[in-house]
């Protein structure tokens, strides 16, 4: 029988890789870590990558298995779907693994400036109601600024065609430089493409088999410049995807 919510943050209490602050929390209470990932907890000198809604972190722990000599921290406001990756880090004895249960909004609070080299964002929430809860959006762009390294690195990754065409947007009107572009990943033959498609999740295989594409972006962040939304109407999501509904009537959103 699988563990109940209760057992389960119970378990990450004790679990020496998650450090739980969420927002009513971390407004009282210092993050002495940041800025000393490497030094204490890591104990090297390692890049460090961030999947921002890493939700069972199945993505997190994959590139960490993947990439032995990179960082990865899994953040998400979830803590019992954090439980599986940060269980599994533990039983596989990952050592570049970490879990920080927090909102994204204050995740600049965590991370000191240039600490951080490279952010997943793997299937996000498309938000198509509200564009400062997207976390591809300029609100979310000027938050990772304070800690990403300048022309640090953003992957994006997602089976939304809303969320898709509205990053692509938003890094054309800013003009940011993109490395990698494809609407369906898993036809590209480029070896480039390797990485984002050498881990699949649980749901991204569902999707997969359901017929949809898997598109990515992958494109990097100046310090430098005012970053702009895009004023622009895209078409909303004619599909229904897991655990997700369409809340709005309307056919297109900016």
């Excluded at 964002?121 to 800690?147: A, G, H, I, V």
């Excluded at 990485?195 to 992958?218: D, V």
Aim: proline residues 4%; glycine residues 6%.
């Amino acid at each position: 029988m699988s563990k109940g919510k209760l057992a389960k943050f119970a378990d990450m209490e004790t679990y020496e890789n998650v450090f739980q602050y969420p927002f009513s929390v971390v407004s009282d209470v210092p993050f002495d870590m940041r800025g000393h990932w490497n030094e204490q907890y890591f104990k090297n000198s390692n890049p460090i990558v961030l999947e921002l809604g890493c939700g069972k972190g199945e993505y997190t722990v994959g590139l960490a298995k993947r990439y032995p000599h990179l960082n990865f921290i899994g953040v998400d406001i979830k803590g019992a779907r954090m439980w599986t990756g940060a269980t599994q880090a533990l039983q596989e004895g990952l050592k570049n693994v970490a879990f920080l249960r927090t909102n994204i909004e204050i995740i600049d609070r965590f991370f000191a400036p240039g600490e951080v080299q490279e952010i997943w964002l793997t299937f996000s929430d498309p938000q198509m109601k509200n564009p400062r809860k997207r976390l591809s959006s300029t609100y979310f762009m000027e938050r990772y600024r304070r800690f990403l390294t300048d022309n640090g690195t953003i992957h994006l990754k997602t089976d939304s065609n809303f969320l898709f065409t509205y990053t692509c947007y938003m890094v054309e009107r800013n003009q940011l430089p993109v490395e990698l572009k494809t609407t369906d990943l898993y036809k590209e033959e480029e070896q480039a493409y390797a990485e984002a498609a050498s881990i699949q999740t649980y749901y991204e295989s569902m999707w997969l088999a359901r017929g949809l594409n898997i598109k990515y972006i992958k494109f990097h962040l100046p310090h430098e410049g005012q970053l702009e939304e895009p004023d622009v109407e895209i078409e909303l999501d004619d599909y229904r995807s897991y655990h997700r509904t369409k809340r709005s009537s309307l056919e297109t959103a900016k």
